[in-house]
């Protein structure tokens, strides 16, 4: 059984750091494209980052294009995303999703993936 677990959320200043984990067990992360979501109190849950199989492929929404950067570590069956400049308006539960399929332009949506993690809390505030 395929397992997604994050960590790494917190509180932090508007212009902070944060790098959130998500960790896969169960199976090796080679055979999962991951894409990182976030859902805020209120809205619906929207796709932040996606990393396919190998690692080639990656993207961003709009809104966190040039702050987010997302990796994978084979040998940590984890991925990573790196949030730089943080906003008040990042605030929200992120989740980790894998699919063993790789997706191009429809990455961003929640019915493609399979596997979800609980969530970790990402508040930006002063």
């Known amino acids: 059984q395929l397992q997604l677990v994050e960590s790494g959320g917190g509180l932090v200043q508007p212009g902070g750091s944060l790098r959130l984990s998500c960790k896969v067990s169960g199976f090796t992360l080679d055979y999962y494209s991951i894409g990182w979501f976030r859902q805020a109190p209120g809205k619906e849950r929207e796709g932040v980052s996606y990393i396919s199989r190998n690692g080639e492929s990656t993207n961003y929404a709009d809104s966190v294009k040039g702050r987010f950067t997302i990796s994978r570590d084979y040998t940590k069956n984890t991925v990573y995303l790196q949030m730089n400049s943080l906003k008040p308006e990042d605030t929200a539960v992120y989740y980790c999703?894998?699919?063993?399929?790789?997706?191009?332009?429809?990455?961003?949506?929640?019915?493609?993936?399979?596997?979800w993690g609980q969530g970790t809390q990402v508040t930006v505030s002063s």
């Open positions: 999703a894998a699919n063993v399929l790789d997706y191009g332009t429809t990455w961003y949506k929640t019915s493609l993936y399979d596997y």
